[in-house]
């Protein structure tokens, strides 16, 4: 299984990205999928989850101006950031929930991340 994230850059305070993550490999199916993300001599945080269902959750510091999506038929999941800041400057995960073929039971899965870097 792979998650392969792009779309992180550099980019201006106030401008947006989106960014992509897709799930590859034996996968009967996903749960949860989600964005992380690390700063510099920070620890990695959440940024924002979404069920199978559509489900979402965003950590208060993004609330308001990032969305997160989702599209089960190309198990992929989305986050669209508007209204960047420095602050914001961190490199971005994906995480899945998900079942394969080898195993009964979900796992966590991580994609290798993006940078995205925000300039003042």
């Known amino acids: 299984v792979q998650l392969q994230a792009s779309g992180g850059g550099l980019v201006q305070a106030g401008g947006s990205l989106r960014l992509s993550c897709a799930a590859s490999?034996?996968?009967?199916?996903?749960?949860?999928m989600g964005w992380y993300r690390q700063g510099p001599g920070k620890q990695r945080e959440l940024v924002a989850t979404?069920?199978?269902?559509?489900?979402?959750n965003y950590a208060d510091s993004v609330k308001g101006r990032f969305t997160i999506s989702r599209d089960n038929a190309k198990n992929t999941v989305y986050l669209q950031m508007n209204s960047l800041k420095p602050e914001d400057t961190a490199v971005y995960y994906c995480?899945?929930?998900?079942?394969?073929?080898?195993?009964?039971?979900?796992?966590?899965?991580w994609g290798k991340g993006t940078l995205v870097t925000v300039s003042s």
């Open positions: 995480n899945a929930d998900l079942i394969t073929v080898l195993a009964d039971f979900p796992m966590d899965y």
């Open positions: 979404i069920t199978r269902r559509g489900s979402t």
């Open positions: 490999g034996s996968i009967l199916s996903i749960n949860g």
